[in-house]
């Protein structure tokens, strides 16, 4: 297996405008966790899905963000409008067991808002 | 709420060196505690976890111990060398209970550089 995939590694954008970060997770795994990553706060947990339902968004900082998870393979991190405090590397881990004891991340994405 | 702390934030180190790294949790209610390493640019690589009945777990040169009751765990790298310099973070998972249960704290990291 390839491993999480997630798409784009960068993106750099204005503020204002929307911005989608994709993720294929492992084949097999249930669950899908996105994690936001700055230094002021480190590792933050956003949101997961299990069996690509939503179970908790209670880390989604506000409704400018959303996810979603079409299907097993696929999910979405949507940022819209954007602001420059939303500049984070966003990742995207699956895990096939809960609680998640072995839990695989994507490469993440680095998100710089202008 | 639990906090991870992880002392020290920083750590430079002459190759060969062995280190502790260290991870504190203010919540003794886990269900276990795992060791990350990141590497720039990358994701989260799983080192080594800890149930919450163990005390310690061993892997190559890395051993991870933990005392639940006093909120503490320990990563020893023995004979540390230049690949081995990276961020390591510990995170804990909550046990049985609550909206936190099964949800990972993860703490701030230590950055390890281990200079030749």
């Known amino acids: 297996d390839a491993g999480v995939i997630q798409s784009p590694r960068h993106e750099v954008t204005e503020m204002g405008q929307e911005v989608t970060l994709r993720c294929k997770p492992i084949s097999g795994h249930d669950y899908l966790f996105w994690y936001r990553q700055t230094m002021m706060r480190g590792l933050e947990l956003l949101i997961y899905f299990n069996n690509n339902v939503p179970i908790d968004d209670s880390g989604m900082p506000e409704d400018r963000f959303s996810a979603k998870m079409p299907n097993a393979s696929f999910s979405t991190l949507k940022i819209q409008p954007s602001e420059p405090r939303d500049s984070a590397v966003y990742f995207c881990?699956?895990?096939?067991?809960?609680?998640?004891?072995?839990?695989?991340f994507g490469s993440g994405t680095q998100l710089s808002v202008l | 709420k639990q906090e991870v702390t992880q002392i020290p934030a920083a750590l430079s180190v002459p190759e060969g060196e062995n280190l502790v790294l260290n991870c504190s949790f203010t919540d003794s209610a886990i269900y276990n505690l795992q060791w990350f390493r990141q590497d720039p640019g990358k994701g989260l690589t799983s080192l080594l976890l800890?149930?919450?009945?163990?005390r310690e777990q061993t892997s190559g040169r890395l051993n991870a111990s933990l005392d639940k009751s006093s909120g503490r765990s320990t990563l020893y790298i023995a004979a540390s060398q230049p690949g081995d310099s990276a961020t390591y973070l510990c995170?804990?998972?909550?046990?049985?209970?609550?909206?936190?249960?099964?949800?990972?704290?993860f703490g701030q990291g230590t950055i390890l550089t281990v200079h030749p």
């Open positions: 995170a804990v998972i909550r046990n049985a209970g609550g909206t936190s249960y099964g949800k990972l704290t």
């Open positions: 881990a699956s895990s096939f067991l809960w609680p998640p004891e072995k839990l695989f």
């Open positions: 800890i149930q919450s009945s163990q």
